[in-house]
T-cell receptor
Framework: SQTIHQWPATLVQPVGSPLSLECTVE??????LYWYRQAAGRGLQLLFY??????ISSEVPQNLSASRPQDRQFILSSKKLLLSDSSFYLC????????????FGPGTRLTVL | DAKTTQPNSMESNEEEPVHLPCNHS???????IHWYRQLPSQGPEYVIH???SNVNNRMASLAIAEDRKSSTLILHRATLRDAAVYYC???????????????FGQGTILTVHP
């Protein structure tokens, strides 16, 4: 069966520090991968999605970036965190883009102080 | 993107059926209707999806109106573990700029009373 992992589960970082959140999927090949974030009490906002290694599409311009160095690994990064980056970050995967179900990881709670 | 409208909150008693409505009057022919739910501090969980016909699975049933402008998620016997935010989402099947993208709204907060 397929499993999606995210780490760390929680993270507290100072303003201006770099960020690296990792997501890995097991039990499937060539998944589509997604990064979302969710502010407190709000719906999810799609940040990036990837249909293959090195292929990243950005939905919202900001100080975040994503990379997919391996087939089942998706990384969310920032060079300098802002206070507004505090949020709940979620990684998801799907078999293919066409109306397919997305399966979410447990999320990373990021607090920027 | 086609938009969905859901009530902000609903309440139910344990062991009773729950009908969660969703309006999507601007749905297009290639939009699938997906339902996800999210428990506090967890990632969303897929519940069910459909295109035109009613659908059943072990978690719930999805009733889709004949004109597809509305749908209803049915939990046949609510349990305390069903208390969550339920999201109704239109997921485009092919083409368009929203291809493959899930657009989450505010959802419906379901409270289940013992």
């Amino acid at each position: 069966s397929q499993t999606i992992h995210q780490w760390p589960a929680t993270l507290v970082q100072p303003v201006g520090s770099p960020l690296s959140l990792e997501c890995t999927v097991e039990g499937t090949s060539n998944p589509n991968l997604y990064w979302y974030r969710q502010a407190a009490g709000r719906g999810l906002q799609l940040l990036f999605y990837s249909v293959g290694i090195g292929q990243i599409s950005s939905e919202v311009p900001q100080n975040l970036s994503a990379s997919r160095p391996q087939d089942r690994q998706f990384i969310l990064s920032s060079k300098k965190l802002l206070l507004s980056d505090s949020s709940f970050y979620l990684c998801a995967w799907s078999v293919n883009v066409k109306a397919d179900t997305q399966y979410f990881g447990p999320g990373t709670r990021l607090t920027v102080l | 993107d086609a938009k969905t409208t859901q009530p902000n909150s609903m309440e139910s008693n344990e062991e009773e059926p729950v009908h969660l409505p969703c309006n999507h009057s601007t749905i297009s022919g290639t939009d699938y209707i997906h339902w996800y739910r999210q428990l506090p501090s967890q990632g969303p969980e897929y519940v069910i999806h459909g295109l035109t016909s009613n659908v059943n699975n072990r978690m719930a049933s999805l009733a889709i109106a004949e004109d597809r402008k509305s749908s209803t998620l049915i939990l046949h016997r609510a349990t305390l573990r069903d208390a969550a935010v339920y999201y109704c989402i239109l997921h485009r099947g092919a083409g368009g700029t929203s291809y493959g993208k899930l657009t989450f709204g505010q959802g419906t907060i379901l409270t289940v009373h013992p």
